[in-house]
Every structure is written in structure tokens, then in C-alpha cells.
């Protein structure tokens, strides 16, 4: 891979990992319920899953996505209510102090599991595998890509986490706590709006 095509890659997989979305939400809300510690299982699932899902759809599973439509819509809808139960779950969590009771952050399996129905990760990664893979170094190209975008994404994790995780010290009040959840609730939600729109059309 070229320095220029590195130097492109890196700015789309930032832009991609950085920008506000499902993982980015859900990491905000847990640094504030559960604080770092806790929620590094979810950060290493975000990492270690993603760059799974890239590595399989570099080998393949992205053309076969795009060239079946009703799988692609398969994926949406599965996406669709999972995103709405986990909205739910950042929703009731309990805030502040409570916030050690009841509620649990993601697992490092539920994490990772995310990003095969998560549809912007997953139109990300074919997105990125279609414009920086080379075809006479795919495996070059593809593993520099991956490596690039494993790092974009840990980044990313640590920056929301740790924003999360800042605002946890301003939201102590348990009725704060929860109008924050309530907040992460609707943005998440909101996140699948796009999702939906392609789905009816």
C-alpha cells in the first residue's frame, strides 16, 4: 500500500470510527453508568469484533451481501430491533449511584456480536474494503486497511469511553443519570432513521 492510499484510508476509517453512531452512543452511556473499568470488556468487543467483521467481508462476505438485497434487508431489520432493545436497556439503566445495581454493561461477546448487525459498521467495512484493496496485493492492501482501522476504532473507543466517563462525575444525581439514559435512548434510536428510510424505499 502506498503512502498516499495509507495516508486515504486513515482519514476515511477515522472519520468513519470518530463520528457519532450506535458504538459511539452506547460507549458514551456506559463510560457515564458504569465508568472505564467496567466497560473495557465492551471496548475490546467493539475493537476485536470490528476488525473481525472487516476481515471477513475483505474475504469475501461483503460482495456476497451486496450481491443478495434480501439478505442485506435481513440484516437491517435484525439490526433495526436490536438497536431498539438496546436503546431500552440504556434507557432503564440505573443512574449516579444505582448505577452499580442492577444494570450491566455489555459483555465482551454482546459487543462484538453488534457489529455484524450493526448497518454503518457494516457499510463502512465494504465501503473501505472496495476503495483501499488492490486486487494484484489484496492481502497486503487488506491487512494494511485492517490494521489502520483497528486503530481508528480504538481510538475511538478510548476517546468516547473516556468522554463518558468524564460526564460521570457531573451526573451523580440518579435523576440526571437517567434523563442522560433517556437522551442516549432517543440518539440511538434516531441512528436507525436512516436505516429504516432504506428499508421502505
Same mark, same amino acid.
Request: charged residues 10%.
Given at each position: 500500500?502506498?503512502?498516499? +492510499?495509507?495516508? @486515504?484510508?486513515?482519514?476515511f476509517?477515522?472519520?468513519?470510527?470518530?463520528?457519532?453512531?450506535? =458504538?459511539?452512543?452506547?460507549?458514551l452511556?456506559s463510560?457515564? =453508568?458504569?465508568?472505564? /473499568?467496567?466497560?473495557?470488556?465492551?471496548?475490546?468487543?467493539?475493537?476485536l469484533? !470490528? /476488525?473481525?467483521?472487516?476481515?471477513?467481508? %475483505?474475504m469475501?462476505?461483503?460482495?456476497?451481501?451486496?450481491?443478495?438485497?434480501?439478505?442485506? $434487508?435481513?440484516?437491517?431489520?435484525?439490526?433495526?430491533? !436490536?438497536?431498539?432493545?438496546?436503546?431500552?436497556?440504556?434507557?432503564?439503566?440505573?443512574?449516579?449511584?444505582?448505577?452499580?445495581?442492577?444494570?450491566?454493561?455489555?459483555?465482551?461477546? $454482546?459487543?462484538?456480536?453488534?457489529?455484524?448487525?450493526n448497518?454503518?459498521?457494516?457499510?463502512?467495512?465494504?465501503?473501505?474494503?472496495? @476503495?483501499?484493496?488492490?486486487?494484484?496485493e489484496?492481502?497486503?492492501?487488506?491487512? @494494511?486497511? +485492517?490494521?489502520? /482501522?483497528?486503530?481508528?476504532? +480504538?481510538?475511538?473507543?478510548?476517546?468516547?469511553?473516556s468522554?463518558?466517563? %468524564?460526564?460521570? $462525575?457531573?451526573?451523580?444525581?440518579?435523576?440526571? @443519570?437517567r434523563?442522560? =439514559?433517556?437522551?442516549?435512548?432517543?440518539?440511538?434510536?434516531?441512528?436507525?432513521y436512516?436505516?429504516?428510510?432504506?428499508v421502505?424505499s
Open positions: 500500500m502506498t503512502f498516499e +492510499l495509507a495516508l @486515504a484510508a486513515a482519514a476509517c477515522f472519520a468513519g470510527a470518530l463520528t457519532p453512531g450506535p =458504538n459511539n452512543v452506547m460507549l452511556a463510560g457515564v =453508568n458504569f465508568g472505564f /473499568a467496567r466497560t473495557v470488556p465492551h471496548m475490546v468487543g467493539v475493537v469484533g !470490528y /476488525a473481525f467483521l472487516l476481515l471477513v467481508i %475483505g469475501g462476505l461483503g460482495q456476497t451481501v451486496v450481491e443478495h438485497p434480501v439478505a442485506f $434487508q435481513t440484516l437491517r431489520i435484525i439490526g433495526a430491533l !436490536y438497536m431498539i432493545w438496546l436503546a431500552w436497556k440504556i434507557a432503564t439503566a440505573r443512574g449516579g449511584s444505582e448505577g452499580q445495581g442492577r444494570s450491566s454493561p455489555l459483555t465482551f461477546f $454482546q459487543a462484538a456480536a453488534f457489529q455484524w448487525v448497518v454503518k459498521g457494516v457499510l463502512v467495512a465494504i465501503s473501505g474494503v472496495a @476503495a483501499f484493496t488492490r486486487p494484484g489484496f492481502i497486503v492492501t487488506l491487512g @494494511a486497511l +485492517l490494521v489502520i /482501522a483497528t486503530v481508528a476504532t +480504538l481510538v475511538s473507543v478510548l476517546v468516547w469511553t468522554f463518558g466517563t %468524564g460526564l460521570r $462525575q457531573l451526573l451523580t444525581d440518579p435523576r440526571k @443519570a434523563v442522560f =439514559n433517556v437522551v442516549m435512548a432517543v440518539l440511538l434510536l434516531a441512528s436507525l436512516p436505516m429504516l428510510v432504506e421502505r
